[in-house]
C-alpha cells in the first residue's frame, strides 16, 4: 500500500505546476470527474500567491496530530476515503517529520511518511522520500494562510492555490466554524465549493462542498 500511495503522490509532483482546470458545472462533483481539482480561484481574484498568515508559525505548537476535514481533492489522495489525519513532529528547529494516513474504500490503512523544511514565517517544503521527480529544494508547497491564536484549526495550501486542506485538531467542527472556514478560503481566493468534507469517525459523515454548509 505504501508503494501505492508513493506511486499515486508522483502524479501530483508532476503535474503540479498545470493550472487547474475549471469543472463548475457541479459543486457536488467536486472537480473529481476531471481527474484533479475543479475552479479554484474565482472571478476577479488575481493571480497573487496565497498570503501567509500575519505572524509566524511555531513549530513546537504547530506539531500533533492534525485531523483533515475538508480539502481540495487531488489525485495523489484517490485511494483515500475517510479519516485522513497528518501527524507532524519536532526534528530540530526548522524540520518537522511527516505521517499522511487515511483509511481506504477496501477497509485499509493508507499512510506515507515525508519531512517538511520552513522557507519562511510560515511556509515549508514538504517531500517524500521516494517520490519521483521531488527535488529536496524545490519551491514552497505548504503555505499556512488560517491558523487560529490556539492553534486548533488551520487552513493550509500551496501557493497558487492547486491545493488546499482544512486541519483541526478534533475531527468535529461547530455550524460557525464551518462559516467561519467557508469565508476563510474564499477570502484567501479559493473558490469554496472546491472543497470537500472528508468521511470522519467522530465528525461528519459525508463527502459535501463546503460552499453547502
Known sequence: MRKLVSLIAAVVVSVGALTPVAQADDIF???????????????????????????????????????QVAAVPQPYTLQCANNTTAEYKLVNDTTISVRNSCGTSLGQQSFIDGSATVRSKASLRVNFPGVPFQKEDGATNYRVTYLADDYSL????????????????????????????????????????????????????????????
Open 29 to 67: 462533483n467536486g472537480g473529481r470527474s476531471s481527474g484533479g481539482s475543479s475552479q479554484l480561484i474565482p472571478p476577479g481574484i488575481t493571480g497573487s500567491e496565497l498570503p501567509e498568515i500575519d505572524g509566524s508559525v511555531d513549530l513546537t505548537k504547530y506539531v500533533g496530530k492534525w485531523y
Open 154 to 213: 488551520a487552513i493550509v495550501g500551496s501557493p497558487n492555490r492547486s491545493a488546499g486542506f482544512v486541519l483541526s485538531r478534533t475531527p468535529q467542527l461547530s455550524k460557525e466554524q464551518w462559516q467561519m472556514v467557508r469565508s476563510t478560503v474564499e477570502s484567501r481566493g479559493w473558490w469554496s465549493c472546491a472543497f470537500l468534507t472528508v468521511p470522519m469517525a467522530g465528525g461528519r459523515g459525508d463527502a459535501v462542498p463546503v460552499c453547502s454548509l
